[in-house]
């Protein structure tokens, strides 16, 4: 058979546009792959470390730092040393850091034509350890660095961290630290020793990359703070080496009164946006000196309504914050005592009455407290008096009200903040106490009189109220047998309490 010219141009035309297609084909399929996010991040999200350490720059200002000499330092002494500055967006005036390929910045908010990898700066180390370096320091020698991975390695199998002081800073404080999310809290406390959760003042951490990244919230500021709490929910330690020591430098970081206010007000705000990120409402320094972060009697309180007896937070696993049950305490103690001044008869009813015969205090969960009062003592108080005409807000900023679900009477902490107390009218039907508004609780029953006859005294929020003469059959009664030995949530339907809690 004779293949004419034509023919043999025609194939050869066919293959050429067949090896065409194929490389068209997969340099599409390669685009692809780089466009699709979830390909992208399956391809960033393992990235191999290698021996070393990388300096990560996170705590610093804008408006005046010494981040540039912070760098320059480590390049004079270690010129290959990798480093990361990590900013929540480009800091503005500028940085002016050195154009070297081993100097990266990384900002946190990224741009929405960007894909997500470029703002995680977990793709950027490639490093087995990582040093968290404060604004400010200055590196002497490559000693140091060596020193304190040195100290890591001897203390691996008991701290997952090391940290070196900063001179000269004045602090340098080796802290226990307990962080109970159930109760919205960290306590501080000396250490004895050089093993501990947590440090106070300026420090240079030195910790694998892996074990940074593995936090929920790595880069979150200040960032020790944000660090220690976060480490020691996992229960990681962390070493004190004191005999590796970073020098600051000479002169104060920020130079004007101005620009120091400025980066006071910075880290006040920021402390509060973490505890609120943490859910955490009550700080105890080491000094024992308590900061709250959570309502006041300014602001509104830290749930909202109460759907089916359970409030939110138990859907969180959480208790009452600590804040809320302050102004509980306070309020339920203004009322008694104004109660009292008044000579109206009350005593703690339900839930109330509960805490006070576990633990002379409100139940770790419980959102109000409750007061029985005889009816016929309504008139003898001047502000439960003039409820007919109207809420009244006292002189100390407490509201008393007449409540919308039923006849009874309510105090709120403020305006604004509505937790508060509910005081119950009872009056005396043939030896029974009984009331004109019921609501669907099951310890919401009539009783008998002689509860009350006489009241007597009790320990409750620090102190002394009033309550039904036995207690335990009062409870009983109403709740059923053994509810004080047995703690429940008010509605197990919704919500049951694990007893590890």
């Not at 990560?56 to 002494?77: A, C, P, Q, T, Y």
């Not at 990361?84 to 990384?106: E, F, H, M, S």
Request: aromatic residues 10%; contains cysteine; hydrophobic residues 40%.
């Amino acid at each position: 058979m004779r293949i004419s010219l034509c023919q043999i141009l025609l194939t050869g035309a066919i293959l050429i546009n067949l090896v065409v297609l194929y490389y068209v084909s997969r340099t599409q399929q390669q685009m692809l792959k780089h466009k699709e996010p979830g390909k992208a991040a399956s391809r960033r999200s393992s990235v191999s470390r290698v021996a070393g350490i990388t300096v990560l720059i996170r705590e610093f200002e804008d408006f005046e730092n010494w981040v540039v000499g912070v760098v320059k330092s480590f390049m004079k002494v270690r010129p290959d040393q990798p480093i990361v500055v990590v900013a929540d967006k480009l800091p503005y005036p500028p940085l002016g850091l050195p154009n070297k390929r081993t100097v990266q910045t990384i900002l946190l908010k990224g741009s929405p034509d960007q894909p997500h990898y470029v703002t995680r700066p977990e793709f950027y180390i490639k490093t087995e350890y990582t040093l968290l370096v404060p604004d400010g320091i200055q590196l002497d020698s490559t000693q140091q660095v060596d020193r304190l991975l040195q100290e890591f390695e001897a203390n691996k199998d008991k701290a997952r961290m090391v940290a070196a002081p900063v001179q000269p800073s004045g602090m340098f404080q080796c802290l226990n630290l307990r962080v109970n999310l159930k109760e919205w809290s960290a306590v501080y406390s000396l250490s004895g020793g050089q093993l501990c959760d947590a440090i106070a003042g300026d420090a240079v951490v030195l910790l694998r990359t892996e074990d940074l990244f593995n936090l929920s919230q790595a880069m979150l500021r200040p960032l020790a703070t944000s660090l220690f709490i976060q480490s020691s929910l996992h229960g990681w330690r962390v070493k004190a080496a004191e005999s590796v020591v970073f020098s600051s430098y000479p002169r104060s970081l920020y130079m004007s009164a101005h620009n120091q206010w400025k980066a006071d007000n910075h880290v006040k705000a920021r402390l509060a946006h973490l505890f609120e990120e943490f859910g955490v409402k009550r700080v105890v320094q080491a000094d024992g000196k308590e900061q709250w972060y959570g309502c006041t009697k300014d602001t509104p309180r830290c749930f909202g309504t109460v759907h089916d007896d359970t409030p939110e937070y138990l859907y969180l696993n959480r208790w009452t914050p600590p804040c809320c049950l302050r102004a509980l305490r306070e309020t339920a103690r203004y009322v008694m005592k104004i109660l009292e001044s008044s000579d109206v008869r009350y005593w703690m009813e339900g839930g109330t009455l509960l805490g006070a015969a576990r633990q002379q205090d409100i139940i770790a969960w419980d959102y109000d407290v409750d007061l029985g009062i005889y009816l016929e003592d309504v008139d003898k108080c001047d502000l439960l008096r003039s409820l007919d005409s109207g809420s009244v807000v006292d002189e100390n900023g407490y509201v008393w009200e007449k409540a919308v679900e039923g006849e009874f009477y309510r105090v709120q902490y403020s305006e604004s903040n509505h937790l508060h107390v509910d005081l119950w009218p009872f009056y005396s039907r043939e030896g029974i106490m009984t009331k004109n508004s019921w609501l669907d609780h099951k310890q919401d029953v009539e009783f008998p009189e002689h509860f009350l006859k006489p009241l007597v005294p009790m320990q409750f929020a620090g102190v002394t109220a009033y309550a039904p003469n036995n207690h335990r059959r009062f409870l009983e009664l109403k709740f059923g047998e053994g509810v004080i030995e047995n703690p429940e949530y008010p509605n197990p339907a919704k919500k049951k309490l694990v007893k590890t809690d």
